[in-house]
């Protein structure tokens, strides 16, 4: 983070992108941001965190079977039920619940809890400012079936946010 610079102007933005099929990715969609806002933090930095998520249909193609694919569907499914619940649960705090978010203890050191396992700040925050979930299929029913032009069309995304 020391490396990260703020101007005047523009906050940093960090990109997450991520699968929700199933495996690392999805495993790590919420710690990833909030290490993220925890160094930040740190440094008395300010930063938006935007999370490309991936669908399993962007999968189906690569998948050997009717198993697998069911099981990339299961998980996605279980994730987005994990970020709406999440969101809602922010939703509920918008209107003077306060409840924390996200409490978890990576070391003795980090995490969005103190010492003594009482919620920090960070705790009360959404994990991404921003998230763009991406399906295998458009509104004018183009779709894909293999990971590779979803790189594409993410990287597309990724340069109009910064470029506009």
Sequence with gaps: MEKVREDDFLVPEVHIIASLAGGTGSSLIFDVPYLLKLAADKENLNISITGHLVMAGAFQGVLKGNEQQMRTKANTYTCL???????????????????????????????????VGDPKDIALEVPMDWMNIYHNQNEENIAISTPGPMYDIISQAIFHSIHG
């Design 81 to 115: 039920r994990e970020l709406d619940n999440l969101y809602r649960k922010n939703a509920e705090n918008q209107s003077g619940q306060g409840q924390p978010l996200w409490e978890v203890r990576y070391n003795a050191v980090t995490g969005t809890v103190d010492d």
